[in-house]
């Protein structure tokens, strides 16, 4: 006896389809449950915050004294036009006249023809002699008057009776002979130009042979010894000289020290200098005050350092004030009058400071850190009071 199958293809087929669902079901959570038992174990690890890394540098206050930055012009400080003081002919010149020549003091430089003056002078000293024998007389004859009128006389003689006239006016003409010799024998002293100074010759106008006259110019002269820089100064920079500005001449204990140099501070060409008076006036042109500064030439001179020339430009750094208790930071740091620190707890503070003035490439600030702040160098892209940082000091 055959027996059917509980179960053919086709029931299956029925079953299988209408338990779909569960059946997937099932499938999912076996998945899961092997997953599950396979994952592998993960390592838990601490997660440590990275602080940001900065470049920062000791903040130190210090003593220093204030650069105060100028420029001028060399000028000499004695300047000297030659004028004929005579009606004469120039007779020599010497070789050191021409314009940029350099002559040295008790320097013969011009010669005028002297012979009328040198006759002026033989009869002026003639009429010196005539006079003190005309009054060497007149001493002979009023004494001879006085005692006369004392042996024969009754009471008081006359003035004309005792020749007092008479003396005095050879008195009279013997003082002006003596004038007259005097103001020949300057006239033959003028006749010659002489240096007084080292200097140097700016310009001629004569030539030998021309004729000149009371007034005429000759030349033009400077001293070589000491030059001139007139220097202006900023208002800001006034303060900072100490000095004050009344036109007055200052002590040797109250000039300040100057360096100058060719075009720029940063040339190898330099030179030392003083402030020797100030000017009571504002410029107008710059509508600032002004300064001068005295180089003596002489010592250049004597170390053979490079000539100064007149006209020529040159820089000039002031030493000005001292200051006290001044930190100085490079000024590209300083932002609206304040600065970026790391404090001694390692984060970065915004610090309101006072400036006290800009000078170059730095800031000098008189207050506003704190003990243990140190100054930030590097550029962060975003600066947030209170972050904590790790740092370097240079």
């Known amino acids: 006896m055959n027996r059917k199958p509980l179960l053919d293809n086709k029931n299956l087929k029925e079953i299988m389809k209408k338990n779909i669902g569960i059946i997937a079901l099932l499938v999912s959570i076996l998945i899961t449950i092997i ?22 540098v000791a903040i130190n206050n210090r003593t220093i004294n204030a650069k105060i930055s100028s420029q001028g012009v060399i000028a000499p400080e004695t300047s000297l036009t030659i004028l004929s003081e005579l009606s004469s002919k120039v007779e ?49 004859e009023s004494d001879l008057a006085n005692r006369e009128w004392e042996r024969i006389g009754v009471g008081e003689g006359s003035d ?20 007259n010799l005097e103001q020949a024998n300057r006239n033959l002293e003028r006749a010659i130009i002489i240096a007084q100074f080292d200097g140097r010759v700016q310009s001629r106008s004569v030539e030998i042979g021309t004729t000149v006259f009371p007034g005429t110019m000759m030349a ?7 030059f001139e ?54 410029d107008p042109l710059t509508r600032m005050l002004a300064i001068v500064a005295r180089i003596d030439n002489r010592k250049m001179k004597a170390t053979s350092q490079t000539p100064l020339a007149i006209g020529q430009y040159v820089s000039a750094e002031i030493t000005g004030i001292e200051m006290d208790n001044i930190f100085v930071l490079p000024r590209t740091l300083v932002r609206n009058e304040s600065v970026w620190v790391v404090d001694n707890q390692n984060a970065l503070r915004k610090r309101n400071v006072e400036i006290l003035r ?14 243990g702040d140190r100054l930030l160098k590097t550029r962060l892209s975003s600066l947030v009071d209170g972050l904590k940082v790790t740092y370097d000091l240079e």
């Open 35 to 56: 997953l599950i038992t396979l994952r592998p174990e993960i390592e838990v690890e601490n997660v440590v915050q990275k602080l940001p890394y900065v470049k920062t």
């Open 92 to 140: 020599w010149l010497s070789p050191k006249m021409e314009p940029g020549s350099n002559f040295n003091r008790n320097d013969t430089l011009i010669i005028l023809d002297r012979r009328d003056y040198e006759l002026a002078f033989i009869t002026a000293k003639s009429n010196v002699l005539n006079a003190e024998v005309n009054l060497e007389r007149e001493l002979a």
């Open 160 to 179: 004309l009776t005792l020749r007092k006239p008479q003396l005095a006016q050879a008195k009279a003409v013997l003082a002006a002979a003596e004038a």
């Open 220 to 226: 033009k002269i400077y001293g070589t010894d000491y």
């Open 229 to 282: 820089v007139r220097l202006v100064v900023a208002d800001q920079d006034v303060l900072f000289t100490g000095l004050d500005f009344n036109g007055k001449s200052l002590s040797a204990s109250n000039q300040l020290q100057v360096e100058f140099s060719q075009g720029s501070l940063a040339s190898n060409y330099r030179w030392k200098g003083n402030i020797v008076r100030t000017e009571a006036e504002v």
């Open 358 to 371: 800009y000078e170059n490439e730095n800031a000098f600030i008189r207050t506003g850190f704190e003990m």
